[in-house]
């Protein structure tokens, strides 16, 4: 069976943990969309291993696969494996042929797009990694894709093609000068040692034949979705979104595995009990103003500074419209609480349970970004909860945690209409309450 776990929110929801936590009971886990851009903690035995692009499944011994939905930049992919063996670890990765390589010039072009989109506000604050530029080749159909480093001469055609207007582009439009991310002999000399290196390692794959042979010789597969819903490029708040499809059914498109069996699954959207947010855009439950405090509280309890660019992440109330839209979008089956022990200790915790829109109240989100912007929060009050021990609640059973964190699960539940199956209270994996393990069926 396959269990896909997706962001419910604005990425940065502690994804990486429930991969970590469910992805035990998996023989394979598949990244679907996104490369580098996205940020992955995972803690084994009191070691940190942040990963970007390799599925977070690899550092237990899994298989993990980057999908032909995911923009794969070679020189990250192989200083991440590199890294794992330097540690003593022996990771199992393998490249869907039909993926898309980043290239240096996609992150060149990332940022002085960015640059330039800046004086009008429409900056999505990105990663820098090259994604969007990547993306777009995909979609213009002069992308290089991970099969192609594997032959020179269709490699060469394709940079012959593309990279005179990409430094066209760089030079006339943007005023840049031009060096090697834009030379065709040197781009072509360094991709082909990274197409030999996938070669010599065996890790070129048909990622939809690889996944489904693994699936019918009777193992188990989890999909790990980056980003989050409302990064969606098209659920999500357009254009500061990513270039990709974080929501379910981009599992199946981005994987080569059919809806039929991605729905035959689980779905698991992974929430935090508040709101992060890199990067640029509204955010109506955002804490500013008086609020300014709270957020710099709930900042560096939760550790809220970006994975991948270490930029300190905007923080806000949870977004219940925000959810509810989640939800529908994705079909979530059941919904991982994470982060319940960053509210601890705090008199009071709210929430966003709609929005007043043009005197009316809404509970979804507006198709519209600028809608969205002139959305007002209509805040709920829960009580806070004490401080607790996260190891003895974890080890205990949900009904360890104070009743006030109980009251506020159960109304996400309630809201959302699907059961929290673990919830969170604190980074490490024995950190987390489970009430269902999706992958038992
Ligand atoms: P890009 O994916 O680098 O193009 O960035 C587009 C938008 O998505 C920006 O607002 C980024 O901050 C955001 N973003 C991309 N990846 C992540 C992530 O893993 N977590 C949170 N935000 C992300």
Known sequence: MTVTIVGAQLGDEGKGGVVDLFGDDADVV??????????????????????????SGAVRGKTGVLGNGCVVNPETLFEEIDALRDRGLDPDVRVAERAHVILPYHRVLD?????????????????????????????????????????????????????????????????????????????????REYGDRIEEEGMAVDAGDYLADRIDGGDDVMLEGAQGTSLDIDHGVYPYVTSSNPTAGYAATGSGLGPTTIGRGEVVGVVKAYLSRVGTGPLPTELTGDDEELADYIREEGGEYGTVTGRPRRVGWLDVPMLRHAARANGFTGV??????????????????????????????????????????????????????????????????PEAAREYVEYVEGELGVDVVAVGVGPGREETVVRRNPFDQ
């Open 30 to 55: 598949a990244r679907y969309q996104g490369g580098d851009n996205a940020g992955h903690t995972v803690v084994v035995g009191g070691d940190e291993y942040k990963l970007s692009l390799v599925p």
């Open 111 to 191: 940022g002085i797009e960015e640059e330039a989109k800046s004086d009008s506000d429409l900056d999505a604050g990105t990663t820098g990694r090259g994604i969007g530029p990547t993306y777009e080749d995909k979609a213009g159909r002069r992308g290089v894709r991970v099969g192609d480093l594997l032959d020179p001469d269709v490699l060469r055609d394709r940079l012959e093609y593309v990279v005179p207007q990409k430094r066209a582009l760089y030079e006339d439009v943007y005023g840049g000068d031009a060096g090697e991310a834009f030379d065709v002999d040197a781009l072509f000399e360094q991709y």
């Open 336 to 401: 991982a609480l994470n982060h319940l022990d960053v509210l601890a200790g705090l008199e009071e915790v709210r929430v966003g349970h709609a929005y007043e829109l043009d005197g009316e109240t809404v509970e979804t989100m507006p198709p519209t970004t600028e809608r969205w912007g002139d959305c007002e929060p209509v805040l709920e009050t829960f009580d806070g909860w004490p401080e607790f021990d996260p190891e003895a609640v974890a080890d205990e059973g949900y009904d360890a945690l």
